[in-house]
T-cell receptor
Framework: AQSVTQLGSHVSVSEGALVLLRCNYS??????LFWYVQYPNQGLQLLLK??????LVKGINGFEAEFKKSETSFHLTKPSAHMSDAAEYFC???????????FGTGTKLQVIP | DTEVTQTPKHLVMGMTNKKSLKCEQH?????MYWYKQKAKKPPELMFV???????INESVPSRFSPECPNSSLLNLHLHALQPEDSALYLC?????????????FGPGTRLTVL
């Protein structure tokens, strides 16, 4: 069985501050891990994906995430928050093969001017 | 073209109506998905088509009926829905549904059942 846990349903940061969104996963096999962003009334957009090629994954819009097997974590970071980063962020896990992707419950990021 | 399109954007229907949601992609993807998303919740998988064949049905009620006429199109036929079926319905596609496949999502159809 696979699962992801996102710590903090709401995170507030000041504009220009570090963004840190937490994700811990559980998977019986080496997983594929994803971060998606969803703006209001829109679909999900892929930010980045971990496929075991490198533990530090760089994504779009200045986001990156580090895979830490020992901590079963895949936290999302961005050095400096922009107002346009305000959105809902979903961490997701797939064990690979023809199996479904499991989404976390989401973290709503608020950026304060 | 990395776009998944969905029509209509908004749909209001009564409980006795029959309507359809449409999804289209031209990325050559062979796996397509329907998700249901309630407010402030993650997407919930409903159906997966792989190579135009239904491969996953997540025990969805029969009032939702998927159809994949060809590799580019995915429909969701709706009949006798309930108010609790009101949600954002998202379509996604991926290369072939295999290991590590990235799913590309459409903008969704906002469905309201009266």
């Amino acid at each position: 069985a696979q699962s992801v846990t996102q710590l903090g349903s709401h995170v507030s940061v000041s504009e220009g501050a570090l963004v840190l969104l937490r994700c811990n996963y559980s998977s019986s096999v080496p997983p594929y891990l994803f971060w998606y962003v969803q703006y209001p009334n829109q679909g999900l957009q892929l930010l980045l994906k971990y496929t075991s090629a490198a533990t530090l994954v760089k994504g779009i819009n200045g986001f990156e995430a580090e895979f830490k097997k020992s901590e079963t974590s895949f936290h999302l970071t961005k050095p400096s928050a922009h107002m346009s980063d305000a959105a809902e962020y979903f961490c997701a896990v797939s064990p690979g093969g023809y199996q479904k992707v499991t989404f976390g419950t989401g973290t709503k990021l608020q950026v304060i001017p | 073209d990395t776009e998944v399109t969905q029509t209509p954007k908004h749909l209001v229907m009564g409980m006795t109506n029959k309507k359809s949601l449409k999804c289209e992609q031209h990325m050559g993807h062979r796996a397509m998905y329907w998700y249901k998303q309630k407010a402030k919740k993650p997407p919930e998988l409903m159906f997966v088509y792989s190579y135009e064949k239904l491969s996953i049905n997540e025990s969805v009620p029969s009032r939702f009926s998927p159809e994949c006429p060809n590799s580019s199109l995915l429909n969701l036929h709706l009949h006798a829905l309930q108010p609790e079926d009101s949600a954002l319905y998202l379509c996604a596609s991926s290369q072939d549904g295999g290991a590590g496949d990235t799913q590309y999502f459409g903008p969704g159809t906002r469905l309201t059942v009266l």
